[in-house]
């Protein structure tokens, strides 16, 4: 293998992961560090660390300059960018090569061309996988707009070109809603984003979030699996499961093959996740867009295969082939992850930092807790609020609730409060336990279950 | 003239602005009403609006745009 040193880009617990699997490989480990993570778990346990800045990311986890310097300090042969921060950034993809060291990812001009929503859903569509019916780009006017709703069918989302993150969409259910809420939509969007370009796309009505995991080495393409994740909150998940609940297993066949063929179609290599959305009473699959990186719930996929993803994409970078053929891989049982993050359900999820005064963690027979929490570790307010990953791993979904139940009732965390709680009830929940979810399930039964006023108004 | 002060109910960064191109939403020597937001604290990626909670002829902010700031860390002082 071409590395045997790496630097960390990133924090956290997905630091803390990527450090056990270089470990596991022989490689010696460096850890870049902000001001505020002095004291992480990832300093303590990589070999090296170097401070790369203040508390704010922009100045230390997302200051290139500072990463390359430390690598370069370092002599580091390879930086893995974990997820979020820097991790799909193709220009500091290119920049770490243009350095002399290599990118623990694909290329940047493919980070690129899949992080591009309309590109990517050109590859996408070339390589034969089904994409959400709707306009190809811009609809100019009425006329047009009314031809291609004819085609698709309601409900359809008016959406503003220019718009991103959920604002700018007008749902309309029949063409007198559509004829009306067309030209307001335009005038709108002209009005909040200076563009009053519309697309439009066909409403998958209570879908579920499926995802493959794909694997390259730019020579062979494979999968492993899908997992779902159905239960979100803002569209961040909170609880996902590897195999998806109730995936036919033609459908399951035809999604996979899918992912494989638009990896194949861009020479893909490293590890990357395919995103759908599963209409469960057509049985069709979307895409929606492909994640160039590790997903934060890449542990139920490892779970029920028995691979380690993370090791797998140092090889891949190292310049090893694919250490596994799609005949050596299958699904073993059922694996949920739950997330656990700094944010207090009974206060609309607000997010609340402080000392962790006491850790106790489960264990037993697939059991597995990925945290960057020690006793008396102090959560800082400036980075995302996950705190660990309670993954379990059962010989059917049945099976590994019951184990779920009992991992949830021996993790405890005290001194702050955390998502625990809504998972005990949520592994309890019929509707959960029976599988029966979707996309905006979540949402939906916290209004109903769970929600409690807030105290302070969150405005973004 | 007494002083009243404004703390923060949460830990993280204070921002001044509601975006960084926007003006501030409030300048030091402006009057506040209780309900006028004078910040935001981003804490763990979200955003929380501050109100200023007193009434007072002028503001005065102890801390600067983009400070990182503790719970209870007081804000800003206004003239009653």
Same mark, same amino acid.
């Given at each position: 293998? =071409?590395?045997?040193?790496?630097?960390?880009?990133?924090?956290?617990?997905?630091?803390?992961?990527?450090?056990?699997?270089?470990?596991?490989?022989?490689?010696?480990?460096?850890?870049?560090?902000?001001?505020?993570?002095?004291?992480?778990?990832?300093?303590? /346990?990589?070999?090296?660390?170097?401070?790369?800045?203040?508390?704010?990311? $922009? #100045?230390?986890?997302?200051?290139?300059?500072?990463?390359?310097?430390?690598?370069?300090?370092?002599?580091?042969?390879?930086?893995?960018?974990?997820?979020?921060?820097?991790?799909?950034?193709?220009?500091?993809?290119?920049?770490?090569?243009?350095?002399?060291?290599?990118?623990?990812?694909?290329?940047?001009?493919?980070? $690129?061309?899949?992080?591009?929503?309309?590109?990517?859903?050109?590859?996408?569509?070339?390589?034969?996988?089904?994409?959400?019916?709707?306009?190809?780009?811009?609809?100019?006017?009425?006329?047009?707009?009314?031809?291609?709703?004819? #085609?698709?069918?309601?409900?359809?989302?008016?959406?503003?070109?220019?718009?991103?993150?959920?604002?700018?969409?007008?749902?309309?259910?029949?063409?007198?809603?559509?004829?009306?809420?067309?030209?307001?939509?335009?005038?709108?969007?002209?009005?909040?984003?200076?563009?009053?370009?519309?697309?439009?796309?066909?409403?998958?009505?209570?879908?579920?979030?499926?995802?493959?995991?794909?694997?390259?080495?730019?020579?062979?393409?494979?999968?492993?699996?899908?997992?779902?994740?159905?239960?979100?909150?803002?569209?961040?998940?909170?609880?996902?499961?590897?195999?998806?609940?109730?995936?036919?297993?033609?459908?399951?066949?035809?999604?996979?093959?899918?992912?494989?063929? /638009?990896?194949?179609?861009?020479?893909?290599?490293?590890?990357?996740?395919?995103?759908?959305?599963?209409?469960?009473?057509?049985?069709?699959?979307?895409?929606?867009?492909?994640?160039?990186?590790?997903?934060?719930?890449?542990?139920?996929?490892?779970?029920?295969?028995? /691979?380690?993803?993370?090791?797998?994409?140092?090889?891949?970078?190292?310049? /090893?082939?694919?250490?596994?053929?799609?005949?050596?891989?299958?699904?073993?049982?059922?694996?949920?992850?739950?997330?656990? =993050?700094?944010?207090?359900?009974? $206060?609309?999820?607000?997010?609340?930092?402080?000392?962790?005064? #006491?850790?106790?963690?489960?264990?037993?027979?697939?059991?597995?807790?990925?945290?960057?929490?020690?006793?008396?570790?102090?959560?800082?307010?400036?980075?995302?609020?996950?705190?660990?990953?309670?993954?379990?791993?059962?010989?059917?979904?049945?099976?590994?609730?019951?184990?779920?139940?009992?991992?949830?009732?021996?993790? #405890?965390?005290?001194?702050?409060?955390?998502?625990?709680?809504?998972?005990?009830?949520?592994?309890?929940?019929?509707?959960?336990?029976?599988?029966?979810?979707?996309?905006?399930?979540?949402?939906?039964?916290?209004?109903?279950?769970?929600?409690?006023?807030?105290?302070?108004?969150?405005?973004? | 003239?007494?002083?009243?002060?404004?703390?923060?109910?949460?830990?993280?960064?204070?921002?001044?602005?509601?975006?960084?191109?926007?003006?501030?939403?409030?300048?030091?020597?402006?009057?506040?009403?209780?309900?006028?937001?004078?910040?935001?604290?981003?804490?763990?990626?979200?955003?929380?609006?501050?109100?200023?909670?007193?009434?007072?002829?002028?503001?005065?902010?102890?801390?600067?745009?983009?400070?990182?700031?503790?719970?209870?860390?007081?804000?800003?002082?206004?003239?009653?």
């Amino acid at each position: 293998m =071409n590395i045997r040193s790496v630097l960390i880009a990133n924090r956290g617990e997905i630091a803390v992961r990527i450090i056990k699997a270089a470990k596991a490989l022989g490689l010696r480990t460096v850890q870049v560090y902000s001001q505020a993570d002095a004291k992480s778990l990832a300093v303590r /346990l990589a070999d090296e660390a170097i401070e790369i800045g203040p508390p704010a990311a $922009r #100045k230390s986890y997302l200051n290139v300059d500072a990463i390359l310097a430390a690598a370069a300090a370092a002599g580091v042969d390879a930086i893995h960018p974990g997820y979020g921060f820097l991790s799909e950034n193709g220009d500091f993809a290119d920049a770490v090569v243009a350095a002399g060291m290599i990118f623990v990812g694909p290329s940047g001009a493919a980070i $690129r061309l899949l992080g591009d929503k309309v590109a990517a859903r050109q590859v996408a569509a070339m390589a034969g996988v089904p994409t959400v019916p709707g306009s190809d780009g811009r609809v100019l006017d009425l006329i047009e707009a009314r031809a291609i709703v004819s #085609k698709i069918g309601f409900p359809v989302m008016i959406k503003a070109a220019a718009g991103g993150g959920g604002r700018g969409i007008r749902i309309a259910q029949d063409f007198d809603e559509f004829d009306r809420q067309f030209p307001q939509a335009a005038t709108e969007a002209t009005a909040a984003f200076g563009d009053g370009g519309l697309y439009l796309e066909k409403v998958i009505e209570r879908a579920r979030h499926v995802e493959v995991q794909i694997l390259g080495d730019g020579t062979n393409f494979v999968h492993c699996f899908e997992r779902e994740c159905s239960l979100q909150r803002r569209r961040q998940k909170v609880w996902e499961e590897a195999p998806a609940v109730g995936l036919p297993a033609g459908v399951r066949e035809k999604l996979c093959a899918s992912a494989v063929a /638009l990896a194949r179609s861009v020479g893909y290599r490293g590890a990357g996740t395919v995103e759908y959305l599963y209409d469960e009473a057509t049985q069709a699959f979307y895409f929606i867009e492909v994640n160039t990186r590790i997903q934060v719930e890449h542990p139920v996929t490892e779970m029920v295969t028995g /691979l380690d993803l993370v090791q797998e994409m140092l090889r891949i970078a190292g310049g /090893l082939p694919l250490s596994a053929g799609q005949d050596d891989i299958a699904i073993r049982g059922h694996a949920i992850e739950c997330r656990i =993050n700094a944010e207090d359900p009974d $206060r609309n999820f607000m997010p609340w930092p402080g000392v962790v005064e #006491k850790l106790e963690t489960p264990s037993g027979d697939g059991v597995r807790f990925d945290t960057l929490l020690f006793d008396g570790y102090e959560v800082p307010p400036f980075y995302d609020s996950l705190l660990g990953k309670l993954i379990v791993h059962g010989a059917n979904r049945a099976d590994c609730l019951a184990r779920l139940r009992a991992a949830l009732r021996s993790l #405890k965390i005290v001194g702050i409060p955390t998502t625990l709680p809504l998972h005990t009830v949520l592994a309890l929940d019929p509707d959960v336990v029976a599988g029966r979810f979707h996309t905006r399930f979540l949402e939906q039964w916290l209004e109903a279950r769970f929600a409690a006023p807030a105290s302070v108004k969150e405005v973004v | 003239m007494s002083k009243l002060e404004i703390k923060s109910p949460l830990p993280g960064m204070f921002y001044r602005r509601p975006s960084p191109e926007a003006p501030p939403f409030r300048n030091d020597g402006d009057p506040v009403t209780a309900d006028d937001v004078i910040g935001l604290v981003e804490v763990m990626k979200s955003f929380h609006e501050v109100k200023a909670g007193v009434a007072g002829k002028a503001i005065r902010f102890l801390v600067e745009d983009a400070d990182a700031i503790m719970a209870g860390q007081t804000l800003a002082e206004v003239d009653a």
